[in-house]
C-alpha cells in the first residue's frame, strides 16, 4: 500500500520559517507530479506549491519568494521551505502525489493527512 506522510508543521512567529517533509512509502514504481496543498479555517483547499513530472515547480501567487518546494534525489521525498511565514500561511498542509505502484499499470493519486501550520506571535 502506497501511503504519504507529512511532517515538519509546528507554531511560529510571524515571520519565521518551517521546512515541511513529504515521505512516500511503499511499493513504488514511480513518482510522478507532487503538490503541496493548504486548506485554511473556512477556505477551501488550494494547491500552494507543485512539482512537475518533467522537474520543474510551480507556487501560488501569495507565496511566490518566501516557499520553495524540492525533491530528494531518490525522489521519494518532497519538501516545502518556508520562510517569512504570515498569519495568513497558518493552515493544514497537505502532500499529494500521483504514484504508479509496482506492478499497477495506472497512476493514482494520493494523499496525506496533513500537518499543521500555526503562525503566531
Known amino acids: 500500500q502506497v501511503q504519504l506522510v507529512e511532517s515538519g508543521g509546528g507554531l511560529v512567529e510571524p515571520g519565521g520559517s518551517l521546512r515541511l517533509s513529504c515521505e512516500a512509502s511503499g511499493r513504488i514504481s514511480s513518482i510522478n507530479n507532487m503538490n503541496w496543498y493548504r486548506r485554511a479555517p473556512g477556505k477551501e483547499r488550494e494547491l500552494v506549491a507543485s512539482?512537475?513530472?518533467?522537474?520543474?515547480?510551480k507556487y501560488a501567487e501569495p507565496v511566490k519568494g518566501r516557499f520553495t518546494a524540492s525533491r530528494d534525489s531518490a525522489e521519494n521525498t518532497m519538501y516545502l521551505q518556508m520562510n517569512s511565514l504570515q498569519p495568513e500561511d497558518a493552515a493544514v498542509y497537505y502532500c499529494?502525489?500521483?504514484?504508479?505502484?509496482?506492478?499497477?499499470?495506472?497512476?493514482?493519486?494520493?494523499w496525506g493527512p496533513g500537518t499543521q501550520v500555526t503562525v503566531s506571535s
Open positions: 512539482i512537475l513530472s518533467d522537474g520543474s515547480t
Open positions: 499529494n502525489a500521483w504514484i504508479v505502484g509496482v506492478g499497477a499499470s495506472y497512476v493514482r493519486n494520493y
